[in-house]
């Protein structure tokens, strides 16, 4: 049976979702994506600046990809909302990732803006895949709304620092029934392959892989793992146990009678 | 008459169109989003638009993001 991640009505091939943010050369994007493997790559919007020649990134992003515009710089629900439909109308279809942060240090989240925009776009006709700070109650408020996944973070971004929430998301997990995509500070493939032995549907990685001494390199690492971490939580992991459970028969020993 | 431009106030002349105020900026409508008053205006139809007092433009690209 085939394992396939759905998401807004649509199967997506990969649970490998790749941020196009850091990259020292924008020429290094297809390359990426390619080693990634990835379907689902975001981008962000934002006012442009005529001194400087700035790239249109979109252009590196292979045409079967979905693009996923984020709302980042949005500070409330009405900021979101109208980026969001910027990017509908610019022609990135119906994707959003919604990200509303007002916190500059840690960058974490407004949970409670994102609800509200999740609500008036999900309303619009807009996939919604909201980046939340993992809380399970918030949870439960976007799948209401009509989020079509959830996005808990793993650890502040473009912190690198892993499954830091991993206790929160595993809640999540069991009780959420919509696909949990950790989002944020995945800084190793171990990390995402742990997520996905946990069993979420998909991680989105960014900084890890962008900032990687090879980014292309990089990139392959955390596809195999993320694959690899999916077919163990298929596979079923056996028990952990306290004590040591001997692997080797525990009669017919080599050894002299005494 | 003022006009608003990537949330700045700027002062052009009347009867200006849109396309005008982008020549005047210096962008390159190639690689821009041009959002008129909430709405996104596609490149064929800048030259239609004539400014109006206090209208708002936001000039706008995708740019890499997580």
Same mark, same amino acid.
Not at chain 1, 122 to 127: L, Q
Not at chain 1, 159 to 168: A, C, I, P, Q, V
Not at chain 1, 246 to 254: M, Q, V, W
Not at chain 2, 46 to 64: P, W
């Given at each position: 049976?085939?394992? #396939?991640?759905?998401?807004?009505?649509?199967?997506?091939?990969?649970?490998?979702?790749?941020?196009?943010?850091?990259?020292?050369?924008?020429?290094?994007? /297809?390359?990426?994506?390619?080693?990634?493997?990835?379907?689902?790559?975001?981008? !962000?919007?934002?006012?442009?600046? /005529?001194?400087?020649?700035?790239?249109?990134?979109?252009?590196?992003?292979?045409?079967?990809?979905?693009?996923?515009?984020? %709302?980042?710089?949005?500070?409330? !629900?009405?900021?979101?909302?109208?980026?969001?439909?910027?990017?509908? #109308? #610019?022609?990135?279809?119906?994707?959003?990732?919604?990200?509303?942060? %007002?916190?500059?240090?840690?960058?974490?989240?407004?949970?409670?803006? %994102?609800?509200?925009?999740?609500?008036?776009?999900?309303?619009?006709?807009?996939?919604?895949?909201?980046?939340?700070?993992?809380?399970?109650?918030?949870?439960?408020?976007?799948?209401?709304?009509?989020?079509?996944?959830?996005?808990?973070?793993?650890?502040?971004?473009?912190?690198?620092?892993?499954?830091? %929430?991993?206790?929160?998301?595993?809640?999540?997990?069991?009780?959420?029934?919509?696909?949990?995509?950790?989002?944020?500070?995945?800084?190793?493939?171990?990390?995402?392959?742990?997520?996905?032995?946990?069993?979420?549907?998909?991680?989105?990685?960014?900084?890890?892989?962008?900032?990687?001494?090879?980014?292309?390199?990089?990139?392959? !690492?955390?596809?195999?793992?993320?694959?690899?971490?999916?077919?163990?939580?298929?596979?079923?992991?056996?028990?952990?146990?306290?004590? !040591?459970? #001997?692997?080797?028969?525990?009669?017919?020993?080599?050894?002299?009678?005494? | 008459?003022?006009?608003?431009?990537?949330?700045?106030?700027?002062?052009?002349?009347?009867?200006?169109?849109?396309?005008?105020?982008?020549?005047?900026? @210096?962008?390159?409508?190639?690689?821009?989003?041009?959002?008129?008053? @909430?709405?996104?205006?596609?490149?064929? @139809?800048?030259?239609?638009?004539?400014?109006?007092?206090?209208?708002?433009?936001?000039?706008?690209?995708?740019?890499?993001?997580?």
């Amino acid at each position: 049976m085939k394992d #396939a991640l759905k998401i807004g009505g649509q199967e997506i091939n990969s649970r490998l979702f790749l941020g196009t943010g850091k990259f020292s050369c924008n020429r290094l994007i /297809p390359e990426v994506v390619e080693a990634a493997g990835a379907n689902v790559v975001t981008i !962000a919007l934002r006012r442009v600046d /005529p001194e400087y020649e700035e790239e249109n990134i979109a252009a590196y992003v292979p045409g079967n990809c979905i693009l996923m515009p984020n %709302t980042s710089g949005a500070r409330d !629900a009405g900021e979101a909302v109208r980026i969001a439909r910027l990017a509908r #109308a #610019a022609g990135c279809g119906d994707w959003v990732k919604i990200e509303i942060i %007002t916190d500059n240090r840690y960058l974490l989240p407004d949970n409670y803006e %994102t609800v509200k925009a999740t609500e008036i776009l999900a309303s619009e006709g807009f996939v919604v895949l909201p980046y939340m700070s993992p809380d399970l109650m918030v949870a439960k408020r976007l799948a209401e709304a009509g989020a079509a996944a959830v996005m808990p973070l793993g650890a502040p971004i473009g912190s690198n620092r892993g499954l830091r %929430t991993r206790e929160m998301i595993r809640i999540l997990i069991e009780e959420i029934t919509l696909p949990i995509i950790v989002d944020a500070g995945l800084g190793r493939p171990s990390e995402a392959a742990e997520a996905m032995e946990m069993g979420a549907a998909a991680v989105l990685v960014n900084t890890a892989i962008a900032t990687a001494g090879d980014p292309v390199a990089m990139a392959r !690492a955390f596809g195999l793992a993320v694959e690899a971490g999916r077919l163990a939580y298929l596979a079923g992991p056996g028990e952990t146990q306290e004590f !040591a459970r #001997a692997s080797s028969p525990l009669t017919g020993f080599l050894r002299d009678q005494e | 008459m003022k006009i608003v431009v990537n949330g700045k106030e700027e002062f052009v002349k009347e009867g200006m169109t849109l396309d005008e105020v982008i020549n005047l900026k @210096s962008y390159k409508p190639a690689h821009i989003l041009v959002v008129y008053n @909430s709405e996104l205006i596609r490149r064929e @139809s800048l030259a239609g638009v004539v400014m109006k007092d206090n209208d708002r433009i936001e000039f706008l690209k995708f740019v890499g993001g997580g």
